[in-house]
């Protein structure tokens, strides 16, 4: 049995606002908390039986524990098919340390508003082993429900954070790429093993601020190269080719 | 004014039994239906008087047109927030031609279900100059109005084959690709310019049936190579990394 104040917190959970007051988000699902146990230890779990019966080990004693049925669970989850467990997770953002992500591969999202397109790029990240994401202020929440439940563990092996985005870049001494639609030819330019990545908003792409920033204007070709096509590519796909193309150098 | 009865049939082409049966989908917005347009007649269009000011040279005597306000556009739009147009297009699906893949660069999805995913994948194959897609019977319908309004444009240079997947395969003459976990690295095999490039089931990836007439098996490497990280790449952003792959292999 679930409180019914515990019930308005979890549901809280789902606005940012009260994210940032409880510092906790909501994860869902077996496979997506089995993935964030390892890291991190949840502030509450309501779980059915079953998954407790399999995983109550992986929990520690500081962990609040509602054993629910199907129903219940239905009443706090903040998806539309709930499925065996629902954790409350610690929000545990680490400073930004810009010294540390001198010698890295760091991806820095210009207003990416859509929280689908946030998880899959955080994915693209954990594969292409990208550990720190720079978000600026109008990029979606990283914990907000769509983006936890797409990213899935990724969530837990990738830093994100969130900054006034110009004022790092002017700051940072590292090659800054970008694309653009009137950039160069990625296949033709040299790539540093190093560098920081930026992939801009849905609709408008870079912004202005942010472009002056960027010393190495990308651009993925289309092809055959120059032909009529779709104006530009989703940006998580973009995001994706960019990445596989940085490491394939490395490789 | 609309009249009931035809509210009822935009509202039924929400459905894929009803888009058969009629043959035709619906598009909304001014951006896509403007692009469109040039591609192919609409059946019926619901537009503001701003709209058709500005469009209707476009729109032939075949169309017929209901100028509307906002409220009445609310009334037959399938989306949450309509946009001054919405169209009812017909489909138009072409005999597939196994003759005329021979040369080309084909995708063929092998059960992927979100209409989203397989609305960037059209986005894709258009940037990349690849106009034939065959779809298992399995896989998201093309039609579907979150598929319609996520490919854009793409829609119409892109033709959609429907078809038995595994029958398609087993008579094609050329090289089939797919991504496996535990296929080869990509960078390291060679890569003809034409062939069928097999993508596979969100959860569940290529199916066996498909699987056994895939000639190359490729994987895309994560970094560093065979570390521990996201368990897979989202089906559309495998698609955009090794199409973008194959296409540079051309340049």
Redesign the interface.
């Known amino acids: 049995m679930i409180t019914r104040a515990r019930i308005k917190w979890i549901k809280s959970l789902e606005m940012r606002k009260f994210r940032l007051l409880h510092n906790a988000f909501v994860a869902e699902g077996p496979k997506l908390v089995g993935e964030l146990l390892p890291y991190s230890t949840p502030l509450y779990v309501a779980a059915t039986q079953e998954w407790l019966t399999e995983n109550s080990h992986l929990l520690s004693d500081l962990t609040e524990v509602d054993v629910v049925n199907q129903e219940e669970l239905e009443r706090v989850s903040l998806l539309r098919t709930p499925q065996s467990v629902l954790a409350v997770m610690p929000i545990r953002e680490k400073k930004l340390d810009l010294a540390t992500l001198q010698s890295q591969l760091v991806i820095a999202l210009d207003g990416v508003q859509d929280p689908?397109n946030l998880g899959?790029i955080l994915?693209?990240a954990?594969?292409?082993?990208i550990h720190q994401i720079l978000c600026s202020e109008g990029t979606a929440d990283v914990y907000n429900p769509k983006c936890v439940q797409s990213c899935?563990?990724?969530l837990a092996?990738v830093e994100v954070h969130y900054c006034n985005l110009p004022d790092v870049l002017a700051c940072i001494q590292m090659p800054v790429y970008g694309t653009f639609l009137d950039g160069t030819d990625i296949?033709g330019e040299a790539l540093s093993a190093y560098g920081i990545i930026v992939m801009g908003n849905e609709g408008n792409g870079i912004s202005k601020e942010v472009a002056k920033l960027v010393s190495h204007r990308l651009y993925?070709?289309?092809?055959?190269?120059g032909?009529f096509?779709?104006?530009s590519?989703?940006v998580?796909?973009?995001t994706?080719?960019v990445c596989?193309?940085f490491?394939?150098r490395?490789?």
């Open positions: 689908g899959t994915r693209i954990d594969w292409f082993g899935m563990g990724a092996r296949y993925i070709p289309n092809f055959p190269k032909s096509t779709t104006e590519l989703n998580a796909i973009a994706g080719i596989a193309e490491r394939r490395m490789n």
